[in-house]
């Protein structure tokens, strides 16, 4: 049995140059993602939508701000590739605008813009 079967909740990075992948239907909830960016060494994150609890995308939930917070204590920047940016609630809106002002969270319509924002070390 390889890996991947035997822990499928815990094997969700997919390693690329500098940064993991968390990819929809991974198991990742905002813990996770920390102890990824931990274990990696890689210091950034790009994770895909579905990837993520529906907590992450409730601010009432504490989680976002929680794993935003972490990121951010621990130098680790994390690009959240969202196909319907527009289809969010408006606090969830106003909050991705805020984080894309930062350096350590960014959300992106398009994989490949968030790629490139994770592979430019500045960050802007």
Known sequence: MDREQAMPCRTIA???MN???IRNGDCATPRDVLER???SGAGNV???????????FDLSSGAA???VQGLTNYGVRMAVVIDDLVQRSD???AFM???NRGRAVRFFEFEAAAEAWLLDHGGT
């Open 37 to 39: 960016s931990f274990e």
């Open 97 to 99: 605008k805020e984080a």
């Open 65 to 67: 701000g929680d794993l």
């Open 91 to 93: 606090s969830f809106a």
């Open 19 to 21: 940064y993991f992948r």
């Open 46 to 56: 790009l994770v895909e939508t579905g990837a993520m609890p529906p907590q992450f």
């Open 14 to 16: 997919r390693y690329l």
